[in-house]
Nanobody, 111 residues
Framework: QVQPVESGGGLVQPGGSLRLSCAAS????????TAWYRQAPGSQRELVAR???????IYADSVQGRFTISRDNAKNTLFLQMNHLKPEDTAVYYC?????YGRGTQVTVSS
């Protein structure tokens, strides 16, 4: 199993940016499923973005045009670039590699 470890969360003002990283304990080059999820307090975990083995990307409507998912297979790392952040983006963000979640990283958007 490839254990994901997320980093890069923090407190940011509305309109700001953050870049999340997900370091995997093994190769992600052949992973069939790589994605970012998030869970806000009192809400269910939701899919934020997914990138396929071939590089095709899928985004939740709420983040389309603001977030970008990417992967560096050589470094076994998944990224989530988040721009124009809004208070409603506040959540714990989780990396998922082949249905295995990391422990998450907190993102708080507040003035």
């Amino acid at each position: 199993q490839v254990q994901p470890v997320e980093s890069g969360g923090g407190l940011v003002q509305p309109g700001g940016s953050l870049r999340l990283s997900c370091a995997a304990s093994g190769s992600i080059a052949t992973a069939s499923f790589t994605a970012w999820y998030r869970q806000a307090p009192g809400s269910q975990r939701e899919l934020v973005a997914r990138i396929t083995h071939g590089g095709f990307t899928i985004y939740a409507d709420s983040v389309q045009g603001r977030f970008t998912i990417s992967r560096d297979n050589a470094k076994n790392t998944l990224f989530l670039q988040m721009n124009h952040l809004k208070p409603e983006d506040t959540a714990v963000y989780y990396c998922n590699i082949n249905d295995l979640y990391g422990r998450g990283t907190q993102v708080t958007v507040s003035s």
